[in-house]
């Protein structure tokens, strides 16, 4: 019985490691493995240089970006402030002269605006260059007021409050507006009254021979 289990316990040994194999074991193995190093990659992606490319980058990108943005914005709102076709038809006037007798007013509306046309006479020309300069309260030539001594065009609007003045009307010959009593001569100057300018010259040429007018 004795010699059975000596047997079995010497042919269990082999199967069975020691504390002192399985110690051996786990140092070598420990002796073996190498950490991994990554020293090199922390490196790069904390280089200065890098970020602050990468930063300057980002901001210059969206700078781009709100450039074409606001540009876009611009481009819009100066196309909704454009002008239509049918406000555009009516910036300018055309009068045909050849309807309007010499020693005549006509009147005409541009842009909401009433527009004082004459066809002055020889002597209502005389009479306007023969006006010294120092009795008027706004000094203007005739001449720098016309293009042609024998057509007069000017903004029929008060200077004073905005009233519209009564042609071939007042003190001197000319336009009278009832409202303050402001006077103004055959050239549209101011002689009289609380006005203190002479009344407006707006833009306009003469076309096909000066048989037409184009206000605006």
């Keep these: 019985m004795l010699s059975l289990r000596s047997s079995l316990r010497t042919s269990l040994k082999p199967l069975v490691p020691s504390a002192r194999m399985l110690s051996g074991s786990a140092v070598a193995a420990k002796s073996t493995y190498r950490t991994p190093n990554f020293g090199d990659a922390i490196k790069e992606n904390n280089d200065p240089d890098k970020g602050r490319s990468y930063a300057y980058f980002m901001v210059g990108s969206l700078g781009l970006l709100s450039s074409v943005g606001a540009k876009s ?95 071939e009307a007042g003190d001197f010959g000319g336009w009278f507006c009832p409202c303050h009593g402001s006077h103004y001569d055959i050239s549209g100057r101011v002689r009289k009254g609380p006005a203190p300018l002479n009344l407006e010259i707006p833009k306009y040429e003469f076309e096909d021979g000066e048989k037409k007018l184009i206000v605006g």
């Design 73 to 167: 914005t611009v481009d819009t709102f100066v196309s909704s402030m454009t002008a239509s076709a049918d406000v555009l038809a009516i910036a300018k006037v055309e009068v045909s002269l050849a309807a309007i007798p010499e020693g005549k007013n006509v009147v005409v509306k541009w842009q909401g605006k009433p527009v004082f046309i004459r066809h002055r006479t020889a002597a209502e020309i005389q009479e306007a260059n023969a006006v010294p300069l120092d009795v008027l309260k706004d000094p203007q030539t005739d001449a720098e007021r016309v293009k042609d001594p024998q057509w007069l065009v000017m903004l029929g609007i008060c200077t004073h409050l905005g009233c519209v003045p009564i042609g």
